[in-house]
């Protein structure tokens, strides 16, 4: 079965960091491009970082906003994608969920949002 769980949410004052993870299983993370969304209260799930499979060379793609502040990444060996984000703002709280689809090796299909494999979301809250 095909699975994405996330982790590492929680509550962290402006300018201050966190990790989310991504635990993959049923696939292996290297072989499928991986995204990650957010879904603030009120509004609709935007697309925020995507890092690409091993045959387009794990290329990072980030959203305007975040670019400099958040990093993606992989470790194949625990099958897990990370989502770095320093230099939190209070307009980065949302759900934070990881994504992806058998049909994408690179981030152009991800970032359209419409995909096959959901994590359940995980919860970042950036107090001023």
């Known amino acids: 079965q095909v699975q994405l769980v996330e982790s590492g949410g929680g509550l962290v004052q402006t300018g201050g960091s966190l990790r989310l993870s991504c635990a993959a299983s049923g696939f292996t993370v290297d072989d499928f491009a991986i995204g990650w969304f957010r879904q603030a209260p009120g509004k609709e799930r935007d697309w925020v970082a995507c890092?690409?499979?091993?045959?387009?060379?794990?290329?990072?793609y980030y959203r305007d906003s975040v670019k400099g502040r958040f990093t993606i990444s992989r470790d194949n060996a625990d099958n897990k994608v990370f989502l770095e984000m320093d230099n939190l703002k209070p307009g980065d709280t949302a759900v934070y969920y990881c994504a992806t689809d058998v049909y994408y090796t690179d981030c152009a299909g991800i970032i359209t949002g419409i995909l096959d494999v959901w994590g359940q979301g995980t919860l970042v809250t950036v107090s001023s």
């Open positions: 890092i690409g499979s091993k045959s387009v060379h794990h290329s990072p």
